[in-house]
């Protein structure tokens, strides 16, 4: 095999929220979505991640948010970095060192940054030139959503299918997300096992994958006919779907909290009373109101002193995956490493 050294990778990647959300694998394997997903990528939640091949070193070392990790966390590194050795005949460990610019403690999944920007940095580091969708479908192997990261504005990952894809660029629909973070802790349980277990043993599991792709379709053609009122009752109904099966999961997966459902109601009474506002919520209980842009500012100073509401952060549809070529990019993440 090669041995390459100093070969540097860097990278910088969005989180995204599943506007039509995707729970569940499918039977095919290789962490294929069961069902078709959409999204809209994030501008200010990023990672960015440094991969660098080196001489002497015995196993892949991993530094996320200037902390060394170990165990599970570094495996799924480490088998990402293994399709990428393998791809480009390298049998070098790795240095990995990645920074979120939003606290972990905020439950704000990194999963799907994290693992954008570690399949591009690797890529890069590798010296290989893939084309976004190859990164795509590396990134969606290790978390499913990572595969929408790739791409900026508004993304779908289908059913079975190893990338995902635009649907429409950032500046298409001017909306925004406004995340009210209303427990700051890290989720209890991994996405996929949750997934695993509402697959054999939710009573309504079927009818979830029965409707969820019905969901998909109005969410899609909502985003591009930038119809909000359509957007938001398809994106709730999606929302409630997904977490109908986990809440009726045995034992139960309960992501809600008190502050959740008191916000699901406030978001249903004001849209009735003519702000255009509507919630999504993923595998956790934070909640998040999407808005078009220009009902952003009035958003905000509602939700900002809501009762049960720790911190907000606010986004808008943001850019896809980006080399980096600054040696500083890493600093400057952690100078950035604060949200309002
Ligand atoms: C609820 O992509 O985190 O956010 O593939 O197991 O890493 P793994 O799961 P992950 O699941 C995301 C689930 C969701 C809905 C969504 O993003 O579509």
Do not use: C, W
């Given at each position: 095999m090669a041995q390459r050294t100093n070969d540097l990778g860097r990278a910088e990647a969005c989180a995204n929220i599943a506007l039509a959300k995707y729970w569940g694998k499918s039977k095919k394997g290789d962490n294929l979505t069961a069902v078709p997903s959409l999204s809209m990528t994030l501008d200010s939640?990023?990672?960015?991640?440094?991969?660098?091949?080196e001489t002497g070193l015995t196993e892949d070392l991993v530094v996320l948010n200037s902390q060394l990790v170990h165990g599970s966390e570094t495996a799924r590194v480490s088998a990402l970095l293994d399709r990428f050795r393998?791809?480009?005949?390298?049998?070098?460990?790795?240095?990995?060192?990645?920074?979120n610019n939003f606290p972990t403690a905020a439950g704000l999944a990194s999963s799907a940054s994290g693992f954008a920007a570690l399949a591009a940095a690797s890529s890069q580091a590798c010296g290989l030139e893939l084309a976004a969708a190859e990164l795509s479908s590396q990134a969606r192997k290790s978390s499913a959503s990572a595969g929408r990261s790739l791409f900026g504005g508004f993304v779908e990952l289908l059913s079975e299918t190893p990338q995902a894809s635009p649907v429409a660029p950032a500046n298409h629909f001017p909306l925004a997300m406004i995340v009210l973070i209303v427990r700051s802790s890290r989720k209890e349980a991994s996405s996929s096992w949750g997934m695993q277990h509402t697959a054999s043993t939710c009573p309504y599991y079927e009818s979830w994958l029965h409707h969820a792709p019905e969901m998909?379709?109005?969410?899609?053609?909502?985003?591009?006919?930038?119809?909000?009122?359509?957007?938001?009752?398809?994106?709730?109904?999606?929302?409630?779907?997904?977490?109908?099966?986990?809440?009726?999961?045995?034992?139960?997966?309960?992501?809600?909290?008190?502050?959740?459902?008191?916000?699901?109601?406030?978001?249903?009474?004001?849209?009735?009373?003519?702000?255009?506002?509507?919630?999504?919520?993923?595998?956790?209980?934070?909640?998040k109101v999407l808005t078009p842009a220009q009902n952003l500012e009035a958003a905000l100073a509602f939700y900002k002193s809501y009762p049960g509401v720790e911190s907000i952060v606010t986004c808008r549809p943001g850019p896809g995956t980006a080399f980096l070529s600054h040696s500083s990019a890493l600093e400057t993440a952690q100078r950035e490493n604060e949200v309002s």
């Open positions: 939640l990023r990672t960015r991640t440094e991969v660098k091949f393998n791809l480009a005949d390298i049998d070098l460990k790795a240095r990995v060192t990645s920074m998909f379709a109005q969410v899609r053609s909502a985003v591009l006919e930038k119809d909000f009122t359509k957007l938001a009752e398809a994106m709730e109904h999606s929302t409630r779907l997904m977490h109908a099966t986990m809440m009726t999961s045995l034992p139960p997966i309960l992501y809600f909290r008190g502050a959740t459902v008191e916000l699901m109601h406030e978001v249903a009474k004001r849209r009735a009373a003519g702000h255009p506002e509507a919630y999504t919520m993923d595998a956790g209980p934070n909640v």
